[in-house]
Each structure stands twice: as C-alpha cells, then as structure tokens.
C-alpha cells in the first residue's frame, strides 16, 4: 500500500513539473479523440442510413413457389404454413409481405363497364424490438378498404370513398376505395385487398402467392439469413434483389473505406505528434530518472511511472474528446449528408481506447531513459 501510495504521488508531481508541455499532448490527444469519434460514428451511421434508404425501394427478398410452370388453380402459391415459418424466422426491424394475386372484375357505381384488373391481397407482419421486449406485429386490415392504383381509378373514374364491387366466378367482395398516388408501376393498375378478401375471391383459402420480406443488416448478413430461411423452408424458392444488396454493398465499402482511412491518418498523424513531444519530455527528464535510480528504483518501476502517465493523458484526452467527437459527427452529418448522424454509444468505448492506446505507443521515445546511467547523470555527461 505505501508503494502503491507513492506510485501515484510521483505520477501527479509529474504532471505538475511539466504542465504546457503535456497540455500540447493532451490537446493532441484529444483533437484527435473528436475526429476518431465522428468519423467512426459517422460510418456506423452511414451503414445503417443506407439500409433504411434502400428498404424505402421496397423489398430485398422474396419468398416464392418453386412449382412456377404448373397450370393448375393454386398449384402456383405457398401454403400459409410457410408465411408462419417466415414469420417466426424475421429478426428485429424486418417485415414482411404476403401477396395472393387474381384477376378480378371491378365496377363502381361511377363506370359504365366493369374493369378486369389486377387484385393484390396483402397482408403485412413487422418485428418491433424496444429496450424492453422483440414482438411480432400485426397491423389490423380493415376489410372495409381497399387501395386503388391511380391508373385503375382513373379508368373507373373513381372518387375516393366510393364502393367497389369485385367479382370473380361467383365470388363477390365489396369495399370502400382509397386512390393510391402514381408510382409509375404495375401498382398503379392494380386494386390491393386485404389478403382474406383476395383468398376468398379466389377460392384458396390459406393460401399466398408470394413473400416480400424487407431486413436490414449489411449484405453478408441478408445473404446469411436468405441461406437459413432456405434451408428452413424447402417447399420455397428463397432469392434476394441482388441489383439493392450488390448496389447497397459498394455504396457502403467506399464510403466505410473512405472513412476507415481517414480515421487511421488521424491516428498516426496524433501518434508522431505524441511521439515527439514524448522525446522532448524524455530529454528534460533525465535528471530526475537518474535520482530515481540512484537511491534504489528499479528500471521497470520508472517506466511504469511514463507509461501511467501516457495512459491517464490518453484516457482524458479520451473522454473529453470523444464526447466533443459525437456532438461534431451530428453537425457534419447534417451538413454533409443533409441529416444529422445519430449518435451511438458503442463508438465512445471505442474512441476512447484507440486514444489511450496512441499514447501508450507514442510514448516509445521514454524507454531511452531504461538506459541512464545514474553516474553519468550526476557526471553531467548523460
């Protein structure tokens, strides 16, 4: 405990002796704590704003019959059996699709004629995930509604509320028409459903067309789950978008390789700027290891005193700058990429020990003074 006791009372007296020196160290440190933590949060952010940015496209896999040439009523669709282990198999954030599509008769009170179209029913399912609890849920289908495309309610001249009547064979539904805007695809011709209204017109209870499923995570992560969800579901063909995964993956790669070297530059360029201040401490600090050593301390002891040294201004220069670092990632975020980055705390930890390990290293010039010879010292020729 009293050498314990000294340890640190010889620590604090060497902050004390050299004070501007080690404040240029520690203002070092710490500039260079801020950038490391912007840059790195700005690219944990990026990654995970380009994942929300493409699922706005809509969906990466799909989930679909392998029996795709059969001409058979219902031989072309899943079984809602598979909807269920897709279902149990979404990580959190992920939601998925289920279609059952028909050609249908659409007529309201406003068109002269019917209108063959397109029926999609659709039922959607999401994982939420909060700090508390991951749950599935099921957004409630009002069988009331149904979403008209903008071509297709132009050609029904359609307003919005008004009923529709949809038959096919001598099933019948009714609903009450929202006009969807124009998207300049298939959807604008199609008329969406809820999924039990579609199956009930087509006469295939429990059963889909097709699965949408939108999961975020990196690249190799959608195709890790694409190759589970394969194997836990045979009976289905499993294939992702590849134009969205490919596309995401080399947005994602130049822009974490831009901001990994940038983070590195930092790095190194804080490192010979430590390192040289250390040689100039070492310099002046000759005398006093040659004391040490006279009246008994061993070599490693003093070394261990430098390297305390370095640590603490590494571990201050850490937290003050990576805290300055997360508040700077917002700023450039919003001023580069036009949203404010969202700061995550993973990178604090990590800022913080890439600052203190910088220290530690950039104090090498320090173990010049293991070789001091106390006589030479006190001879004035060291």
């Not at 132009?154 to 124009?182: F, G």
């Not at 998207?183 to 059963?207: E, F, T, W």
Request: with cysteine.
């Amino acid at each position: 405990m009293p050498d314990r006791k000294m340890f640190w009372r010889i620590v604090r007296r060497l902050f004390a002796a050299q004070r501007g020196r080690l404040l240029v160290i520690l203002l070092a440190l710490g500039a260079s704590a801020a950038l490391t933590a912007a840059l790195l949060n700005l690219q944990v952010d990026a990654r995970d704003r380009l994942t929300k940015e493409f699922r706005v496209f809509g969906a990466n896999i799909i989930v679909a019959p392998r029996n795709t040439k059969s001409s058979a009523v219902g031989a072309v669709t899943l079984d809602e059996s598979i909807v269920e282990k897709v279902r149990q198999s979404l990580p959190p954030h992920a939601s998925a699709d289920s279609y059952l599509y028909l050609v249908a008769s659409v007529s309201s009170a406003n068109s002269s004629e019917p209108l063959n179209a397109v029926i999609a029913g659709k039922r959607t399912e999401r994982i939420d995930q909060s700090p508390w609890k991951s749950a599935i849920v099921t957004p409630r289908d009002d069988t009331n509604l149904c979403l008209v495309g903008a071509k297709a309610a132009q050609q029904l001249h359609l307003q919005p509320a008004d009923r529709l009547t949809l038959k096919n064979d001598k099933a019948e539904e009714t609903c009450i028409s929202e006009i969807a805007e124009a998207r300049g695809d298939a959807q604008d011709s199609q008329v969406i459903v809820n999924l039990d209204a579609a199956q009930r017109l087509a006469s295939l209870p429990g059963k889909v067309s097709l699965i949408q499923l939108s999961v975020p995570g990196t690249p190799r992560q959608i195709r890790e789950y694409i190759a589970a969800l394969a194997q836990n579901t045979p009976a289905a063909d499993v294939h992702g978008l590849r134009q969205f995964t490919d596309a995401e993956a080399k947005i994602y790669t130049r822009v974490s390789g831009l901001l990994t070297a940038t983070t590195a530059l930092v790095l190194a360029l804080t490192g010979l700027c430590v390192m040289a201040a250390m040689t100039n401490v070492a310099m002046e600090r000759k005398n006093d290891v040659g004391l040490m050593k006279a009246i008994g301390g061993a070599t490693r002891r003093v070394l261990r005193l430098f390297l305390a040294e370095a640590a603490l201004l590494g571990l201050v220069g850490g937290i003050v700058g990576a805290a300055a670092g997360l508040l700077l990632s917002i700023w450039l975020g919003k001023t580069v990429f036009g949203v404010a980055a969202r700061p995550r705390l993973i990178v604090y930890p990590v800022s913080v020990a890439l600052t203190i390990l910088v220290a530690i290293v950039s104090s090498y010039p320090l173990r010049r003074l293991a070789n001091i010879s106390p006589a030479s010292v006190f001879r004035g020729e060291a």
